[in-house]
Nanobody, 119 residues
Framework: QVQLVESGGGLVQAGGSLRLSCAASGSIFSTLVMGWYRQAPGKQREFVAAITSGGSSTNYADSVKGRFTISRDNAKNTVSLQMNSLKPEDTAVYYC????????????WGQGTQVTVSS
């Protein structure tokens, strides 16, 4: 079993930056695909970014490309999301998630951390 705990959310002005972190328990972290999703009030949860188990490949939603960067440290069992040039529309609860290589869907989810961007 893998437990994910996010941190780093908060309130920031538009144009500012935040760095989210996700700490994972367990010994299989380096084998997991890791990702970030977000859910704004009244909207469906949406994909933000993902990174392969070794960190060699990343993928981003069009809405965050060029502004957000996902990275991981397998020695520390952590994945991060650096968010720059934040916009009010980035306001959401951000969730860390993880998938086993053989999975067709995300296997594990964190509890979420709130990000609020004021205009």
């Amino acid at each position: 079993q893998v437990q994910l705990v996010e941190s780093g959310g908060g309130l920031v002005q538009a144009g500012g930056s935040l760095r989210l972190s996700c700490a994972a328990s367990g010994s299989i972290f380096s084998t997991l695909v890791m990702g970030w999703y977000r859910q704004a009030p009244g909207k469906q949860r949406e994909f933000v970014a993902a990174i392969t188990s070794g960190g060699s490949s990343t993928n981003y939603a069009d809405s965050v490309k060029g502004r957000f960067t996902i990275s991981r440290d397998n020695a520390k069992n952590t994945v991060s999301l650096q968010m720059n040039s934040l916009k009010p529309e980035d306001t959401a609860v951000y969730y860390c998630n993880a998938a086993k290589l053989t999975s067709q869907a995300w296997d594990y989810w964190g509890q979420g951390t709130q990000v609020t961007v004021s205009s």
